[in-house]
């Protein structure tokens, strides 16, 4: 038994979007220290990214690095490209790769707007349609969708972001109806408050204040969100749902 899921993990490969930072990162190291095939995708953060590989290296895991800006279609094309190329298919699809900006709603521009959608939901549309050909190919395959609370609930001076979150959450159940019959899961996870670089000007009294608004009493980790991926990856019969990891922010 153990050693058939062995297999099936040294076997699978798993693409993760924005994989050089934050969330992202901590997605990359849970699974290439569980003996996955990992591809990170970067746009910026170059150094970082290559900082990781490093790392994984120095602990005896190999991980590919490829650079593609998600909110366009021909980059996306040459990662999925690269990865087919490379091992010939693709099981897991991880769309973390994500902006946020605040706002009032008076005050966002068109190109607040288009920026948003482009880079939160439109590469999620790129990079799942350019992947789900291989995997219905293979008749089965994992999606998941990295959303946000905000996409759930809305979240105030974030309208452009939370409408972004909140289209990945309609996609991810309309296809899971779709790919179902092809064996293909569709999930998306939401996470709440998560201490990463997308918060960075959070100040320390407002986490503080933020913490008493949380059941659970603390600010999310990254690997908060990465145990939930390496769970649905593993998991057979969830699809469709919006997992809300948040330390009951929002029941
Ligand atoms: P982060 O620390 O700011 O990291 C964002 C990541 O996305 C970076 O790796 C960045 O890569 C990548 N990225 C951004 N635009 C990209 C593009 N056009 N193409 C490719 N990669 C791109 O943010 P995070 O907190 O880890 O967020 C990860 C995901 O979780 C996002 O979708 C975010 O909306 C969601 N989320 C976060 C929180 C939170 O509290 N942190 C809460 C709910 C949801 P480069 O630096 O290489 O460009």
Redesign the pocket.
């Known amino acids: 038994m153990e050693e058939n899921r062995e297999k099936n993990i040294q076997n699978k490969v798993i693409v993760v979007?924005?994989?050089?930072?934050?969330?992202?990162v901590a997605i990359v190291k849970l699974l290439a220290n569980e003996g996955y095939h990992v591809i990170l995708?970067?746009?910026?953060?170059k150094e970082a990214?290559e900082n990781v590989k490093q790392e994984l290296k120095q602990q005896g895991k190999e991980i590919d690095i490829f650079k593609?800006?998600?909110?366009k279609r021909e980059e996306v094309k040459g990662l999925i490209q690269f990865v087919i190329e490379k091992y010939k298919k693709i099981d897991v699809l991880i769309n973390?790769?994500?902006?946020?900006q605040e706002k009032l709603f008076t005050q966002i521009t068109d190109n607040d707007w288009n920026t948003m959608i482009q880079?939160?939901l439109n590469?999620v549309f790129y990079c799942t349609q350019e992947a789900v050909p291989y995997m219905i190919a293979n008749q089965e395959g994992t999606i998941i969708n990295?959303s946000?609370?905000w996409g759930v609930t809305g979240g105030s001076c974030e309208v452009h972001y939370s409408v972004a979150k909140a289209g990945i959450d309609g996609m991810t159940k309309a296809l899971a109806k779709e790919l179902g019959p092809t064996h293909i899961r569709v999930n998306s996870i939401a996470?709440?408050?998560?201490d990463?670089?997308?918060?960075k000007n959070v100040t320390q009294e407002e986490w503080e204040e933020l913490k008493q608004e949380i059941p659970l009493e603390s600010i999310g980790k990254?690997s908060d969100i990465a145990k939930c991926v390496k769970w649905l990856i593993e998991d057979e019969y969830t699809t469709g749902q919006v997992i809300s990891v948040n330390g009951g922010w929002y029941i």
């Open positions: 979007t924005g994989g050089s930072r934050g969330i992202g995708n970067y746009n910026q953060s990214a593609a800006d998600v909110s973390n790769a994500g902006i946020a880079t939160n590469s990295i946000s609370i996470p709440g408050a998560i990463t670089d997308m918060n990254a």
